[in-house]
Each structure stands twice: as C-alpha cells, then as structure tokens.
C-alpha cells in the first residue's frame, strides 16, 4: 500500500479562494490575452453572480449548468455556482446537439449560464457581466461590477463538504456517458494537495488548455486559486496547435501548463524541428492521460528547461491521484505514475487482497478525495466504489480503476495496462462496446470491433463484418471504407458521439479473426488493413494546381502538391494515399492535422499562417496545395478561424 499523510478535516474550497483573496487582492487571478482579473474583482464579480443564481434557484444540492463559449467566463461561473451552494456541470461544445440535449436533461440543472452557441435556450448572462476583452476606453481594466463605496456583507453559502461541487461526464459502456459526483470536501482537499505537491505560489501562472468539459479543467483552476496563482485563459474553446501553444505561453509568461500525453508528444516534436526551448517562465509541464514511453520522457529531460510531472489518475477519483517529478533512471524501463497525493490511497490488489510490493494487481484508489458515486447510477456505483475491508476509518471505500500496475522498490506506482477492454483514446476513457453497438446498429453490418491505431494510438479504427456474406471480400483482406459506404456509418455515429470517439478509419473483412484466447485477434487484422493492395491503381499525375512554370528554386510544377502527399502519407503512415484522399477519411484528427502543419511549415512558404481548422476547407492535397500555393508567402494562409 502506498499513501499519503491525511490533513484531518479540509478546507471548503471557497476557504481557499478567500484566502487567496484577502491575502492578495490586486494580484492577477485571471489573464486573458485582453485583460486582466484581480482577486479583488474576481471576487466581486462572482458574489454578484452567485446573488443572481440563488435568485433563480440554485442552492446545496443543486446544480448550476455552465455553457460559455470562452474559459474564462467559464472559471468565473464555477466560481459563482460554488459561491451560491450548489455543484456546477460543464456542457462540452464539441458533443453533437443529441448528445447536448441528453446531458441537458439528465443533469436537471436549476439555472444555466451561458452564450456559447451550444447554450441551452434558458441560459443567461448574470448582470453585472464581466465587460467584454479590449473594450474600456480608457484601457484601464473594469470587473463590470458596480462600486458605491460601501461594504458588501458577503453570504457564506450553507453548503457543506458532502455536497455536490460538480458533475463531469466520462464514457460508459451502456451507451450513455457516466457522470461523476464530486463533493466539496474531495475539491478542497485535491486542490490543496495538488498547489502543495507542485510548489505552486503566487507567482505562477497556470495556462489552462483542456477542453472545458474535461476534468483536466479542475485541475487547471483550483490548485492555481489555492496557491494565489493566476489563471491563464484562451481567447475561445479553440485547439492551439504546437506553435500556437509555445507563443502562448511565451507571451503570457506562464510558468505551468497540462498537457495530454499525445499532445505533449507534438510539442516536443515541434521543438525538436525548430530547435527551439521551452519558453524562459515555464517550469513545469504536467503530462498525463496514457501510458508514457520512457525515451521521448528522457530526451524531454535531457534537453528541455522546463520540468516534468507526470500524473494518473480519473474522474471518479477527482482528477490525479498521483504524481512523478523525478528524473528518470536510464534503466527504466517504464516512466513511473509516481507517489499518491495527500489525502490518496494506492494500493494493488489481485482478487480483492492487496499483494506484495513488486507483484502485480490491479490498482485500487481509496481516500477522502473520491468521488461520491455516479449520477442516478447506483448499480454502477456499488460495482466500482466498494467497501475496503483493509482501511481503518469506519465507511472507507475504495475505487476499483481496471488498470493494471504494481509498486516498484522506490514506492513508485507503475502502470502495467488494463485488466478490461476499455481504452485511452487522446486522453478520454472509452469503452469500445459502445461504440460497436452503435455501429452494428447501421443497416447491412453485423458484428463490429473497434481499437486505437497500432501507430499513434490516438485514431479509432473500426472493423465490420457485412450482415450478408455475399457483401464481404475475401478472408483476409480488409477493404478500406470510402466514400457512401463509409459515410452511412460515421454520419451516425457523429450525430451521437463526441469528435474522438468516432472511428475514422473503417474496414470491412469477411470475419473477425480469434487468438488462441477466444479474443478478437487485433494484430491481425491491423496487419490485413496495412497489407499492401493487391492492385494498387497508377497515381495521377502530380500536377501542382494553376501552376505552370517552375518555381524560384527550380523545382518542377508538381513540386507542392508532390510535397502535401508525401507529408499526408507520412503523417497518416499510409503510402496508399492519393492527390484525392480526404486527410479525415484517412484517421485525421487534430493532433495529427498539428504534426501535418508543422511539417508544412518546415517547407512551403504559404504554411507560414496555416492553422489546423484550415484542413477542414482544404482536406485533400491537391485542394491543400492549391490553397497554399494561392498564398501570399509573406502571411501565409487565412487561420480560419
């Protein structure tokens, strides 16, 4: 067992932004590229807002629904509904209106705030808002509230630690998302642990980059105000790609940020590429979210500034429950999950019974920092919250995580895989049976299987196998779906599914072949998908877009469309591809459109200003080489933004 010494009793986490605040009022709290938010105001602000949600119904126990289209009105809001009593929930503006609608209605929130695009009709704006970015005239910075000079009586809300402070949703093998109950005790105490174990202070400045409906957000804000940090915001909910990331965190001096471990890795790609180091202020990147693979952790270590700190942990256990910031020894052969936070359990079990240091089990997570249970899901509940017949403290519990680790001599807990099916997929848990119920609920399929690509792992590939024999290729072949045939069975599933758990890489083959196991034979049948064709059609003819003479550096007309598809098969690792081939047919997602960019810019000029959404209005190369070459090399491509 591996834990870490309890604090007896937590703090509520408004103690901590309180004290934050009469500690430090006129230090930043949040940053924008726009403007800047003190405590002071910040706190004003959120008191006035809070006064309006109680108003409207919000209270202990309830929930106040989050649906704003930038992360800093976001931050604010869970700082109100907090202020008010009740638990907030944040509606992600990358699920499909379906998928909106039901977490709507299943979350039965008292208020909503919002404007985003995917706000619910009844959400609304509190009065006094927060005055837009760069609209003060006279440039100084304005919180929007109204000072008349006297004191405002704060109103302590009568929550207590048990209560809900917030409702995230994860994936669940029922076909609907679970969602997770988080009560105020497990968020003060986590965002206490976490500005302790990263020695925040308040000089840092943590950029908060997650997607809003992610519970990397919890760890982004809290832990900041606890330690009198500042808070950085993006403009919008929009990805930065690896350049846009380092500009900025250049810019707004940050010293923290989280990353995805996929995410981490394209930034470390991109500074090897320009040869560049993390910016001066930055200290720590955490990473986490997948397994690590220990030679790009060393390299990161061996060249960059900034360190690093790798995390595990899930939702149900509020965000991370532990944490690994040391150097790694060149003969390990694993990057280490680290030690547990204050106020976390660790241990690894095999039929329920912890086991020795050095074995393994399955990691179990106990402590006063998990989660309540699932949202009007008890069954569930019991099945992963269980007694722990081990814990001295009367009621313990303990979460069952279906990974597979051990402890290695140095108390490090190591992470050895998963003891189910259920996959990482850029950061987000999915169980695979949901996405092949829906897949064999299309007309003509009949048995589905869905996995991470064997490269990146960061890409769903789906395998079906067609309901009428007479429709299926031979054994052993696997036909890439295109076209009509592939579109009857993504459109759906985007209709219902969030953007990463959409398999965007679909074959069909006469059968799903087994193991000696019983087990789907994966590795087969990656191996029939990445099978060379039996008769590979000529490629047209490389003919750049428009262009008729050679370029300045003597190269050939041909020269940047033969550029964009070597890139496009390189990035996607399929040198099948054609001039054609739409780049999200192939497995395109963002991360892969970042690396694609990246590579661009190294040799067109016309990339310089290439943003990822580009490839949304360009998706093949011929449409993306022509686009580059109508570009001004001096500015490069429109962002599309």
Known sequence: M???????????????????????PARPALVTPHRVLAYGEADRLTDAWADSLVERGAAPGRLVG?????????????????????????????????????????????????????????????????????RAADGAVHDGAVHDGAARTRRRSAAAGSDVAYVLFT????????????????????????????????DDRWLQVASLGFDVLIEEVFPAFAAGAAVVCREDTRALDAEELHIAMARSRTT??????????????????AAATTPRALRTVVVGGERMDPRP????????????????????????????????????????????????ETTVRRD????????????????????????????????????DPYATAPGARVYVTGDLGRIDADGQLVFLGRADDQIKIRGHRLEPARVERALCEAAGVGQAVVFPDPATGTVLWAFTVPADAAAAPPPGEAVLLTGADRDALVAPLEAQLPDWAVPRVLHRVA??????????????????AQAPAKAPARAPALQDPGAGAPGPDGAGPGEPLATTLGLFREVLGDPRLGPDDDFFDHGGQSLLAMRLLARLRESHPGAAGLRASALFASPTPRLLAAALTAAPSCGGMPAGR
């Open 66 to 134: 989050l649906a704003f289209g930038d992360p800093a009105r976001t931050v604010l809001g869970m700082l109100a509904a907090l202020k008010a009593g009740a638990g907030f929930t944040v509606l992600d503006d990358r699920l499909p209106a379906e998928a909106r609608a039901a977490l709507v209605r299943r979350t039965a929130a008292a208020v909503w705030l919002g404007d985003g695009d995917h706000a619910p009709e009844a959400a609304y704006v509190p009065a006094p808002a927060p005055g837009a970015p760069g």
């Open 511 to 528: 059968v799903l072949p087994k193991n000696p196991h019983g087990k789907i034979d994966k590795r087969l049948l990656a191996a029939w």
């Open 2 to 24: 591996t834990a870490a010494t309890g604090s007896g009793p937590g703090l509520d986490v408004l103690d901590l932004w309180e004290r934050s605040v009469h500690a430090r």
């Open 352 to 387: 329920g019974r912890p086991v020795p240091d050095g074995e393994t089990g399955e990691i179990h997570i106990g402590g006063p920092l998990l989660a309540r249970g699932f949202l009007d899901d008890d069954a569930a509940t019991a099945r992963r919250f269980v007694p």
């Open 256 to 273: 923290v940020v989280e990353l995805s471990t996929q995410y981490w890795l394209e930034y470390a790609r991109w500074l090897e590429a």
């Open 171 to 202: 994936s669940g093998s029922t076909g609907q998302p679970k969602g997770t109950v988080v009560e105020r005790d497990a968020l003060g105490r986590f965002a206490a642990a976490v500005a302790e174990r990263l020695a925040l202070t308040p």
């Open 297 to 344: 952790y060393r390299e990161w270590q061996d060249r960059q500034p900034a360190a690093l700190a790798h995390v595990y942990g899930l939702t149900e256990c509020t965000v991370s429950s532990t944490f690994y910031t040391g150097r790694l020894p060149a003969d390990a052969d694993e990057v280490p999950l680290g030690t547990p936070l204050r106020d976390v």
